[in-house]
T-cell receptor, first 109, second 114 residues
Framework: GQNIDQPTEMTATEGAIVQINCTYQTSGFNGLFWYQQHAGEAPTFLSYNVLDGLEEKGRFSSFLSRSKGYSYLLLKELQMKDSASYLCAAGDSNYQLIWGAGTKLIIKP | ETGVTQTPRHLVMGMTNKKSLKCEQHLGHNAMYWYKQSAKKPLELMFVYNFKEQTENNSVPSRFSPECPNSSHLFLHLHTLQPEDSALYLC?????????????FGPGTRLTVL
């Protein structure tokens, strides 16, 4: 079956670095997305990886290893506004996105 | 209006009611999606429309009925719902139906079925 695994909840300190992991099993692979969702709001796009390696975008970076079925989202210099859920989603061979349940990130002062 | 809008934002309905959710995108996209989001569960894809044609129905009960009159508008008609249908219903759009283009989400309709 198709599956996405990511931790349910993580806690980190303001100013620190946090890494949110995601492992996926899909029939075929057509890219991996990370979205951010603040409580009560719409998910918003953060990153897209289709090739192995690290993509950096400001304080946020996303890494992909297709051979390991693994991705992570790295958040640096954490700010209180980064408190949100982070959703991992992988595209399968039918070009459908398979979503994880999300990781709730709590930032403490 | 910009992006993807959804109305109403909140809806409480009884099991015998009929209501409709509306979604509108102002991005010139050709694909639109309905998702169900329940607490601590992955997003569940319900329906996909690509160029106004329904391309996917992921075994959704017939008490949910989608309608896509044009590429900018998407409706979800609800009737005879069950309490377990209470959830956040999200609409999204993308340039076309594939996994290379990011999806833009609306703020959702929080549905409560009594």
């Amino acid at each position: 079956g198709q599956n996405i695994d990511q931790p349910t909840e993580m806690t980190a300190t303001e100013g620190a670095i946090v890494q949110i992991n995601c492992t996926y099993q899909t029939s075929g692979f057509n890219g991996l997305f990370w979205y951010q969702q603040h409580a009560g709001e719409a998910p918003t796009f953060l990153s897209y990886n289709v090739l192995d390696g690290l993509e950096e975008k400001g304080r946020f970076s996303s890494f992909l290893s297709r051979s390991k079925g693994y991705s992570y989202l790295l958040l640096k210099e954490l700010q209180m506004k980064d408190s949100a859920s982070y959703l991992c989603a992988a595209g399968d061979s039918n070009y459908q996105l398979i979503w994880g349940a999300g990781t709730k990130l709590i930032i403490k002062p | 209006e910009t992006g993807v809008t959804q109305t109403p934002r909140h809806l409480v309905m009884g099991m015998t009611n009929k209501k409709s959710l509306k979604c509108e995108q102002h991005l010139g996209h050709n694909a639109m999606y309905w998702y169900k989001q329940s607490a601590k569960k992955p997003l569940e894809l319900m329906f996909v429309y690509n160029f106004k044609e329904q391309t996917e129905n992921n075994s959704v009960p017939s008490r949910f009925s989608p309608e896509c009159p044009n590429s900018s508008h998407l409706f979800l008609h609800l009737h005879t719902l069950q309490p377990e249908d209470s959830a956040l219903y999200l609409c999204a759009s993308s340039q076309v139906r594939d996994t290379y283009n990011e999806q833009f989400f609306g703020p959702g309709t929080r549905l409560t079925v009594l």
